[in-house]
């Protein structure tokens, strides 16, 4: 069924049970996630996609709905409402997890905390404003060190915490303003196929049923129990060692060890159940490119080595500049494949398109248009207030909104389930690349340059994540007949209660142990916290010896923008032209999207030549059960083993990202 046709009434799925439903089971995914990801850094269950408290909700009333139903019909939760709690749980873990509240929270004081004589963190400290965070020393010694009495001075942390809330909610808006002016090109025009829509859906009963027709099919059980499998043998292994397992990847890269050979490494095929069992909803375009374009930059190197030039370009072949350079490209096609939509939009907001285009929308293009303009200025005034050049303020959040863009598209058309799948730090590294540390500090005032490294948890964090559940949020009212703005509701309330549940979880974890010991860390903290140290540091570093503009990695960046705007060229151009950009700037984000997309690949194509798409169609079950499967093995299941047994679980180290 397309967006524009909907026969039946739209359902109601922003309910008070649902509501409570979606509290109750955010509030038990926090203490979860706490012990899980924070305390003893074992498996990272927020980052998965979908994440895995929210799989876990599937799977519980996958089992609880239809004894209610038996019972009574009317204790049953309908679709529409099982998909409200399942967006309220898609979001809230996000804000919770290594991705955003992880690295937020250290950069309000990591540089006091670590200043010394020789890393002159004290000369950076006096650049960020005051109402960053607590300035008061014991407030922020004991944050990294633990309060003997293990309590959170709450009252020096309150002003702090709500304007942060309000500057993580300005992105939201952001995004969210974005996605309704987008919904209607991407979804009904473009008619993208949102293979992640598909597996939630496939896994939630129809309006007239309480019983998921997908656990009817044979093939689909099948495919759980392989991921089961998978995951018991290393389960078992983690206990005993001398139980043959499969391990986590294949290092193909270690049958070359010859020079110039070894320097195609890495080269290693990750045993990603998810990103099989999705990668068969994906097209043999992308999967085709995916595995090409990384063994293509792989084997660069080795030219490079052969050359005589690989050990004196270190970096080379600056993967994610390219990956940067890719995104950048891609987030221009898209604004121009939409400009007549958004242009349609843009004059129905104002009063003078057509009023009825947006009918039917999550909200009226007007306020969409306006939301997005009140909260693209909040941030620029927010960066202007701190400190921040105007003009790099206005480029910096162009470049974190247009790279949130190009990750929710590259969501809705493959499904990609890894939220790493985008280039981390380079929204921040492309400007010291291009510009070097003396432009962004001139007169030698570095306060616009240190709000630039104060921002680096946005950068390195997986803020963009939250773009695309909001339009996989929209889909999924398409597909289940529910209200779009019963998803607003359900997309802000999980905002603002993911981020008081995520300032609880971490505040109380840090003065209870310290945040230096948290998150596998020792005396120098975690690896968020080093990770804002190290960003701070950079600074002070550079204001003895300023940093040049990286004229490599300029180019880099500027080659991997050019290779995808030719790849871009070609699809519109060539109509079979096999190799698409997606790939491209997919597998140049995460190595380990290439060794699932090369098999998946093979796979397919034989199904595709041999059956058909009827064969496909059959086959796709099979496929969500292996990812259904294995977030419950790994996900739900070992999740559950690290909050009892914490050194067992790290001998099978599950990471989803």
């Known amino acids: 069924m397309s967006d524009s046709e909907s026969p039946a009434t739209p359902q109601r799925g922003f309910t008070f049970r649902a509501v409570v439903v979606a509290l109750v089971l955010a509030w038990l995914s926090t203490l979860w996630m ?44 309908t679709r529409a409402e099982l998909l409200v709690v399942f967006v309220v749980l898609s979001v809230t873990p996000t804000i919770n997890s290594v991705g955003m509240m992880r690295m937020l929270l250290p950069a309000t004081g990591v540089a006091r905390y670590f200043a010394t004589p020789e890393n002159k963190l004290d000369s950076v400290w006096e650049l960020i404003p005051q109402w960053y965070g607590p ?74 049923r309480h019983f998921a027709e997908m656990l009817r099919n044979p093939l689909f059980w099948i495919g759980c129990a392989i991921s089961f499998l998978y995951n018991l043998l290393n389960m078992l292994h983690a206990v005993n060692p001398s139980v043959p397992a499969p391990g986590v990847n294949f290092n193909l890269g270690a049958l070359f060890t010859e020079r110039p050979w070894s320097a195609i490494q890495p080269l290693t095929i990750a045993w990603r159940p998810d990103l099989f069992g999705l990668g068969f909803l994906m097209s043999t375009e992308i999967t085709l490119s995916c595995w090409v374009f990384y063994v293509a930059v792989r084997f660069s190197k080795v030219l490079a080595t052969i050359a005589g030039r690989a050990d004196q370009i270190p970096g080379f072949p600056f993967d994610r500049e390219l990956c940067m350079g890719g995104y950048l490209a891609l987030t221009v096609f898209i ?69 949130a863009l190009t990750y929710t598209r ?76 019963d998803m607003i509701w359900a997309l802000l309330l999980a905002c603002v209660v993911g981020l008081g549940l995520a300032y609880w979880a971490h505040l109380t974890a840090y003065y209870q142990y310290g945040g230096n010991v948290l998150e596998g860390g020792s005396t120098e903290g975690g690896y968020r916290i080093r990770l804002m140290r190290d960003a701070y540091t950079d600074v002070a570093t550079w204001i003895d010896k300023p ?111």
């Open 410 to 485: 590259i969501r809705a058309e493959t499904g990609a389930p890894m939220v790493w799948l985008f280039p981390f730090w380079e929204q921040q590294k492309l400007f010291t690349n291009f510009f070097g540390s003396a432009r962004l500090a001139p007169g030698e005032d570095f306060r616009s340059l240190t709000i630039l490294h104060s921002f680096a948890w946005l950068a390195r964090g997986y803020y963009p994540t939250a773009g695309a559940s909001q339009m996989e949020a929209f889909k999924l009212s398409t597909e289940a007949d529910l209200r779009r703005r």
């Open 34 to 77: 706490k012990f899980d990801e924070i305390v003893s850094h074992t498996i990272q269950i927020g980052e998965s996609v979908p994440v895995v408290p929210a799989v876990a909700a599937l799977c519980l009333f996958l089992l609880v709905n239809p004894l209610l139903a038996r019972l009574n019909p009317r204790l049953a939760l």
């Open 547 to 657: 940093l040049a503009p990286d004229t490599r990695r300029m180019t880099a960046t500027a080659v991997g923008f050019g290779v995808t705007t030719l790849l871009i060229v070609a699809r519109t151009t060539f109509l079979r032209f096999p190799l698409h950009p997606l790939g491209f700037a997919m597998t140049l984000a995460h190595s380990a999207m290439w060794g699932p997309a090369l098999l998946v690949w093979i796979i397919k194509t034989i199904v595709l030549r041999v059956g058909g798409v009827r064969l496909y169609k059959q086959l796709v079950p099979l496929f969500i059960g292996i990812v259904l499967g294995h977030f419950f093995t790994a996900g739900i299941i070992w999740g559950t083993v690290a909050i009892f047994n914490e050194e067992l679980a790290e001998k099978y180290g599950v990471w989803f990202g």
């Open 335 to 403: 604004v121009w494949v939409g400009r007549k939509h958004l242009w349609a939009a843009l004059k129905t907001a104002i009063g003078r398109g057509d009023p009825n285009l947006d009918a039917g929308e999550p909200t009226s293009y007007r306020v969409a248009l306006i939301t997005f303009i009140l909260s693209f200025a909040f941030l620029i005034g927010w960066a202007l207030v701190a400190g921040m050049a105007l003009w790099l303020a206005l480029l910096y959040f162009a470049v974190i909104i247009g790279v």
């Open 135 to 208: 300035r008061d020393d014991q407030v922020i010694r004991q944050f990294f060190e633990g309060a003997e009495n293990e309590q959170v001075p709450w009252e020096a942390w309150l002003p702090s915490m709500l304007l942060w809330g309000l500057f993580a909610l300005a992105i939201y808006l952001c995004l969210l303003s974005l996605n309704i002016l987008l919904r209607k090109q991407w979804s009904e025009r473009e008619r993208l196929s949102f293979p992640l829509v598909q597996f939630v859906s496939a896994l939630t009963p129809d309006r007239s």
